[in-house]
C-alpha cells in the first residue's frame, strides 16, 4: 500500500465504472477466469478489494490497470455481475487525469 486511504474512493469509482464494486465478497471468480491475472502486480479480486478499502494511489500507480485485455470473463464469472474490466478503464482514465 502507498499513500494514504481514500474512503471515497469505492464510491467514485462505482459511480465512474457503472460497478456494484461494495457487492463483492471476493470469490475470486474474476481471477481465475482472467486470461491476464499472471502478469498483473494485483489481480482482478485484489483490485476491487483495493478499491473497497480506498487504496486510490497504490491502484493508479499498478501496472494491473493496463494489462486487462477487456475480454469481461471477470463480470461473466462474477455471481454479483461485477465486470473488472469496466472498474479499470475508470481507474485507467483516472490514472491519466
Known amino acids: 500500500m502507498s499513500g494514504p486511504l481514500d474512503w471515497r474512493f469505492m464510491d467514485i469509482v462505482a459511480e465512474r465504472s457503472g460497478q456494484p464494486i461494495a457487492t463483492c465478497y471476493q ?3 474474476c481471477t481465475a477466469g482472467c486470461p491476464t491475472a499472471f502478469v498483473m502486480d494485483y489481480d482482478p479480486a485484489q483490485i476491487v478489494h483495493m478499491v473497497q478499502m480506498g487504496q486510490r494511489n497504490a491502484l493508479l500507480s499498478s ?4 494489462m486487462c485485455v477487456g475480454c469481461e470473463t471477470c463480470g461473466t ?18 490514472a491519466v487525469e
Open 63 to 66: 501496472q494491473a490497470i493496463w
Open 27 to 29: 470469490c475470486r471468480k
Open 77 to 94: 464469472r462474477c455471481p454479483n455481475g461485477i465486470c473488472v474490466g469496466r472498474i479499470n478503464d475508470a481507474l485507467r482514465q483516472m
